[in-house]
């Protein structure tokens, strides 16, 4: 089943064995050419380990648009992961402004996913400031960004 070779598949990215989850992604894309999410981890190893960075980034978009024809129940939370794996083969082509559209389109079905924030971060972008017609260093939008982002404290004086 594929769910089988996924967690075998996670388990080998755990402890940062790549080629091992590349093999077992090689075989399963053959057992199951039309499964969305095997193609998807596939087409990002593809070009982290295998190097072949057009074709896994064409792995992982096909695998979202077969995502979009199935129109299955729970689809939605499968959409960040496969946009973090396309960003993922964009940026092993380096091909980082399509990587950072990608990882933000993801962030459009789950704006607080840790993996498409951790990547951004990563690339070095940021919030827009507050008030976006002052500049990002304007007294006004870095008080009002502290206030934002700090957090509220609990019923006894937790944070």
Known sequence: RPADYLRAVKAHLRSSRQKDAFRLLQQAAVRFPDDPVILSYYGCMQALVDKKYRSGVESCKRAIALLKKAETFGEETLYPVFYLNLGRAYLA?????????VFKQGLKYDNGNSDLLKELRGLGIRKPAPVAFLDRSNPINKYIGVLLNTPKKGPAGKR
């Open 93 to 101: 082509a380096t091909r980082k402004t399509d990587a950072i559209d």
